[in-house]
């Protein structure tokens, strides 16, 4: 049987992945295809300590500074691992049944939050045995939009939503999209533009893909 598509949505804070992998899914099912819709951090056991860890942004406001930077590597292995877990767990099994898994989030998402505080290098290290997905889309927008569309949710800001850490973040997804150009199938696109422009943009990139 051939496995099915590995498709992730990536972006900032505010990109609109969640609302475009939704859209996705719901398309490549209109066409008869089989398809198994997921998120990182995932739903296993790791997954939900790192979303109550992301709930609390003031959860080191008594580490001392040196320390912060261990808790950042410390996160960052949470998220490793949940990738390992999500993709033993999930990810596979599905594409193993010709099942096509769209993600909002994966790999992209480590090699540029967490490059943040931990060297790149080492990122990159502890993500090895995660395996490149078959497409990559990176929803593309300047920082200050995608905040403005966070702030008109009834939520709390998480740990890494604020405006000039979002503009690093940016930053870092367009160097790893250049670093990784070479080796893996990687698409940037304008996520700036509205929902249903950005969707179509999205469906031309994933169609070739599908065979
Ligand atoms: P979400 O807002 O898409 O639910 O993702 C939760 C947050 O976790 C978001 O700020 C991005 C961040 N994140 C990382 O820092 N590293 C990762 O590997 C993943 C998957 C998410």
Redesign the pocket.
Do not use: H, K, W
């Given at each position: 049987m051939e496995p099915g598509k590995f498709i992730v949505l990536e972006g900032?804070?505010g990109a609109g992945?969640?609302t475009q992998a939704e859209r996705l899914a719901q398309w490549l099912r209109g066409r008869g295809l089989k398809v198994h819709l997921t998120?990182?951090?995932s739903t296993g056991r790791v997954g939900q300590v790192?979303?109550e860890w992301?709930a609390e942004p003031t959860l080191g406001a008594q580490v001392p500074p040196p320390a912060l930077l261990l808790r950042d590597h410390a996160?960052?292995l949470l998220?490793?691992a949940?990738?390992l877990d999500h993709l033993a767990r999930e990810v596979e099994p599905q594409l193993a049944q010709g099942i096509h898994v769209v993600s909002?989030?994966?790999?992209l998402?480590?090699l540029?939050?967490?490059s943040l505080a931990c060297d790149r290098d080492w990122v990159a290290e502890i993500n090895r045995e995660a395996r490149p997905a078959d497409l990559t889309t990176l929803l593309d927008l300047p920082a200050e939009q995608a905040m403005q569309r966070l702030s008109r949710r009834d939520k709390q800001p998480?740990?890494?939503?604020k405006i000039e850490v979002q503009e690093k973040?940016r930053q870092l997804y367009l160097d790893t999209v250049r670093e990784l150009a070479n080796d893996q199938a990687v698409v940037v696109l304008d996520g700036s533009k509205g929902i249903e422009e950005v969707f179509q943009a999205i469906c031309r990139t994933v169609e070739p893909i599908l065979g």
């Open positions: 900032i804070d992945t969640t998120r990182e951090p790192i979303r992301l996160l960052a998220f490793a949940d990738r909002d989030r994966y790999l998402s480590s540029a939050y967490q998480e740990l890494f939503e973040v």
